[in-house]
Structure formats: C-alpha cells, structure tokens
C-alpha cells in the first residue's frame, strides 16, 4: 500500500492511494498512530478505507504532507561509503576511509522539527551560501523494540519513503572543527514523501534479499546524479540493530540511508576543475528527486532571512 497524508479543510487527513485517488481513513485518525497497530493493523485499516473511505479525493486536488509530519525521531545514516569518499576527494582530501567506516554504521539525530512535505519550498539555512541538497531513501519503523538482531530489525520496518537531507556545506564545515557531531549545517529542513509505501510492494525491486531502487537527482531540469540503494554498504537491517542498542526504537522513527553516491552537488566539486562545478543551490531552484517504486519529491528552494548575529567569545 502506498499511504499519504495531505491538508484538507477538516485540518490533516491520512489515506491510501489507490491509482490518483486517495481513500482516507476517518477524520482525526493520523497515519502515525496507525503505524503504531503495527504492520498488521496497518494493512487491516488500508483495506478498510478502500473498501469504505472516509471520502475520496483526487490526490491531484489536494496538498500532500510528508507522510509522517512529526516523526518521533529521526536518525540520518551514511550506508554508502563510496559517498564519503567521493566528498573526500572533492574538498581536496585522501578517499582513503579509517576503520571506522568499516566497523560502525554512521548516523545522526536529524530535527523532526523541519520536516517538509513533497512539494514544500524548501528554505535556505539561515546565513549559508552553500546550500545542497542529498537523495536519500528513509526506512520507517513500525514494531518497537531494542537490541534488535539485524533480522528483527528488518522485519521492523513498516514502510519505506524517499528523505532529501538538505545541507548547508559552509555550515556544516565551520561545525565539523568543533567534532560534536551535525547541527546547523543539517537543520533547515529534511524533506519526506510522497509516500509511505510499505515492504510488500517493493518486493519486485529486492535483489538478494536487498532493495535496489534506482534513483536519479535533478535539479532545474538538468540531471545531477544517478545510482541504485543496491550499492548500500551498510543495510537497513544492519544500521537499525546498531542503532537500537540499549535504545527503545518507536513506530514512527525515521532512518535514512545516507546520500546514494553522485546524488548531491558537494560530490561534483572537482578540485582540478572548479569551474566545471554547477554551483550551489539558489533561491528559484527546482530539485528534483526520482527513487523507483516510492514516487517524486519535487521542490523549490527559498531564500531565508539572515542569522540574528552572535558576538565572539574573546580568547583567553
């Protein structure tokens, strides 16, 4: 099933998307706390509402949310280390990973607070000029649970969704120095939709036991990359079970995948050929992004206001 949520004039509305038509559950009754019924009473209500909607509506006539407005959490993954070594080289560095890449699956807290919808105008952080978008694919969890094996967490996953990390490089790299971890550079907005498309009907997209979407990343028309979630070093499954050690997953926590290698501007810097680089994203930019099996996001970039300044703390 492919569930949405959208903006009706009896405020938020969840449903199912059968063809372009959207066959929402009762008034009140958010999609969240129908993943919470687990997978099995998720699928119970989806063929409710086909069989007997709420109403129906044509999802053309309507404004789509992200599926899940408000995640309980979300955990932002880097499950394809070639992206990190593409970035590496492209500021001038060695791709050459240290261990660590190899023994930990990498993530972060990301801020349910900024979630945007398919179709939002996506803002600029605040006081960047270097703002970049990434194409990700986002799992969702739908059991609770923690210390799950990578098996239990597979099973976990309720549904799957495309996530667009978006990435303020000047930022993120004045912050890197500190070594705590993403904040700003990260914060202006993470991008989920159009749908929450459960397990079942990805299946003709596994291949040995893995998902392979392709997936292509585009922005003002002009293709910017291209690649396929079959090249995930680190599974869902694998960065689920590490992330629940000693935590209590919830139904509703999003996980992406980290960026799907070329789908995102910083990769194309080349440092022997700056003036190739297309540039960072602009106010009037339209990107585009393209994941097989789970639909488009398409989106306009917006200019913010500038920071409210801080003073420098003086050295000792």
Known sequence: MRWVTYRSDDGQRAGVLHGDVIHAVQPGVTLLELIRLGPDGLRDAGERALKAPSVTVEMASVTLMAPIPRPPSI????????????????????????????????????????????????????????????????????????????????RAVIGYTIFNDWSARDLQAQEGVLAIGQAKGKDSGVTLGPYLVTPDELEPYRRNGRLSLHVTAIVNDVIVGTGSTEAMDWTFGEIISYASRGVPLEPGDVFGSGTVPTCTLLEHLDPAAPQQFPGWLRDGDVVTLQVQGLGEVRQTVRASAAPVPLAERPRP
């Open 75 to 154: 955990r932002d993954s880097l499950c394809f280390l070639d992206h990190m070594r593409n970035c590496l080289a492209a500021t001038g560095r060695s791709p050459e990973l240290a261990d660590a890449w190899y023994q930990i699956p990498a993530f972060y807290f990301a801020c349910p607070a900024t979630v945007l919808g398919p179709y939002d105008d996506a803002p600029m952080a605040p006081g960047s000029v270097c703002q970049d978008f990434e194409l990700e694919v986002a799992a969702v969890i739908g059991t609770p649970g923690s210390n799950l094996s990578v098996a239990d967490a597979e």
